[in-house]
């Protein structure tokens, strides 16, 4: 029964030629991203720090970061994580700047070549990489950051990966963003030099 105001989906007389609706179904039109979005990693560890917050990880999700660690789930829960509720998020330690980076965030200096001289550049890099939680294997192509163009251009400002490097089919960025499974070796690990 339609809402008081509202005009009913209009249909078509009865004939098989003309029962077409006049709107396509909301689930049929394409997604403001429907032409691809680009997202390679520049590795500058702004989705690991700042404000408070969460990092879940699943029991599953630990055990494999305590295999990278060579050292038991207990102690990898003991020394990286907090127990909120029945879940477990990392830990976070405050930085020089006040900010709350996550407890496996790091920063590596390097030395490169510049012209004529040397410089020092940092990274901020995860120490636990090729195994970190799904949630920051599937970033950014979370459901809230899909959900308006306006929420993507937000996130990018911050996330220096966005916009840039390797293209991503709507196929593609559904797939990480409905991503129930830990992939293995997910699209989104390919990091800029
Ligand atoms: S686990 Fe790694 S990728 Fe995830 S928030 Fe921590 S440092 Fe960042
Ligand atoms: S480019 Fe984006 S995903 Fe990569 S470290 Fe920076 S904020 Fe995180």
Redesign the pocket.
Known sequence: MPEAGVEPTRVSPVCSSEMKLDVLPTSEKDPWYAQGLRFTCTQC?N??TGGPGF?W?SLEEIARVADHLRITPEQTIERYCRKIGDRYS?LESRNARGEH??????EELSDRPFGDKRVTQSK??????PV??L??RT?PFWDSNLSSSEIWEMSAKRCHGMNRGRQFSKDEMEAIRDAAEWPENPPTSDQAD
């Not at 980076?101 to 790091?106: G, H, P, T």
């Not at 901020?124 to 990489?129: E, G």
């Open positions: 560890g989705c690991c990092v990880i990392l980076d996550c407890i496996f965030l790091k901020r890099t995860c120490a636990v990489y970190r939680p949630q920051c970033w």
